[in-house]
């Protein structure tokens, strides 16, 4: 398991931990400390695993200069896609940023003012896997040679040269599980687990949209797909996945 680049923060001090409920209502009171010009990671691969909930709620905090994190840029009316349609968002780090109903994101970027940064997918995984571990990065021979490396260090390992790729470390991440218990702990459904878990560890707040909360203890560790220490508050999303 990862380290999480940061200090253990202060809560529930002078409580037992056993005691600890992080589960969190108002959506409002989930989404406190977010603000303008920080740098948010998004979980979900399409809708599989997206916070729909957190991001609607995000969005209509009228945030401006946001970095997003997210494996693409949204489609129609729902999740990430909002981000653009508000004007929240400056930058951008994709892997598949346009697609089929991806409108908003479009919108935003012939508007001008959005840097969109386009980084193959699996080199994003490893960027986050950087961040979460506290590396100083990832060298990969991907893009090497193209315009996605240019500018970018390069070093040689055996003969061989790659790109070194930086890590990425959010200030927020918004991820989005089946189950979570009170202490935090999560466990995904199916293709849900997608870059969720590694945002959960990449990022100094994690909050998580959840279909279900059940007791401390009823989870078995074997479920937990990420631990509770990588979480900060739970949300519950009553629709479901």
Known sequence: MGHRHRPAPARHPGVDRAVIDKTCEPLARALAGIEDGMTVLVGGFGDAGAPTRLLAGVAALGLRSLTVVSNNCGTGETGVALLFKQGCVSRVLASFPTQAGSHHFRRAYERGGLEVEIVPQGTLVERLHAGAAGLGGVVTPTA???????????????????????????????????????????????????????????????VAEVDEVVEAGELDADDVHTAGVFVDRVVHHEGGL
């Open 144 to 206: 090497m040679g193209t315009v996605l490396g240019a500018g970018k260090p390069v070093v040689t390992v055996d003969g061989e040269t790659y790109l070194l790729e930086r890590p990425i470390r959010g200030d927020v991440a918004l991820v989005r599980a089946r189950v979570a218990d009170r202490r935090g702990n999560l466990r995904y459904r199916r293709s849900s687990r997608n870059f969720n878990p590694l945002m959960a560890m990449a990022a100094t707040m994690t």
